[in-house]
């Protein structure tokens, strides 16, 4: 069974640090792996879909990279600022229609 | 504006009374999906939909219903809730890609408590 590992748990950094989020998966066999946040009480925020095919996908600030062999995303926030701060989802879809999430991992970026 | 809706967004009701979540979608997706959040346990599917009248369990199926009688319409229903039923739920809905669904968009969720 697919299992979604995601470390740190939890980061604080100054604002203005370039920042690594991780990702880990068990079962290289994915059809796509996506990057969400999520503010306290609220719903999930698609921020980055990477395809099986893909190595990397780019918006704005972000940079998600995928290593599909070695089972591992990273998610690249450069400049982070205060409004970076919330939580950071990974998920994997190892199936046609499923998806297997992360815990997350819950960022802090202070003035 | 493309959203997914969620109705309620809290509800407190007691155990054995039937209830029902009601989601839906304005962006002609094919695919439709529930999740439950739990601290601790992360967010696990619940049952998803690939098209009308096509629906499927996910990890975390007992205890829970679902119909989609319409596209744009996949209501949860609990026909008997218990307090650990107790969760934040979210409806969440994707296109269909090459490969199966696509981006997932998700609804603000509803926080439901069952005493």
């Known amino acids: 069974k697919q299992e979604v590992t995601q470390i740190p748990a939890a980061l604080s950094v100054p604002e203005g640090e370039n920042l690594v989020l991780n990702c880990s998966f068990t079962d290289s066999a994915i059809y796509n792996l996506q990057w969400f946040r999520q503010d306290p009480g609220k719903g999930l925020t698609s921020l980055l879909l990477i395809q099986s095919s893909q190595r990397e996908q780019t918006s704005g600030r972000l940079n998600a990279s995928l290593d599909k062999s070695s089972g591992r995303s990273t998610l690249y926030i450069a400049a982070s600022q205060p409004g970076d701060s919330a939580t950071y989802l990974c998920?994997?879809?190892?199936?046609?229609?499923?998806?297997?999430f992360g815990k997350g991992t819950m960022l802090l970026v202070s003035p | 504006e493309a959203q997914v809706t969620q109705n309620p967004r809290y509800l407190i009701t007691v155990t054995g009374k039937k209830l029902t979540v009601t989601c839906s979608q304005n962006?002609?997706?094919?695919?439709m999906s529930w999740y439950r959040q739990d601290p601790g346990l992360g967010l696990r599917q619940i049952y998803y939909?690939?098209?009308?009248?096509?629906?499927d369990k996910g990890d975390v199926p007992e205890g829970y219903k679902v119909s989609r009688k319409e596209k744009r319409n996949f209501p949860l229903i609990l026909e008997s809730p218990s307090p650990n039923q107790t969760s934040l739920y979210f409806c969440a809905s994707a296109d269909q890609g090459m490969h199966g669904a696509d981006t997932q968009y998700f609804g603000p969720g509803t926080r439901l408590t069952v005493l």
């Open positions: 998920a994997v879809r190892p199936g046609y229609s499923t998806l297997t």
């Open positions: 962006m002609n997706h094919e695919y």
């Open positions: 939909s690939m098209n009308v009248e096509v629906t």
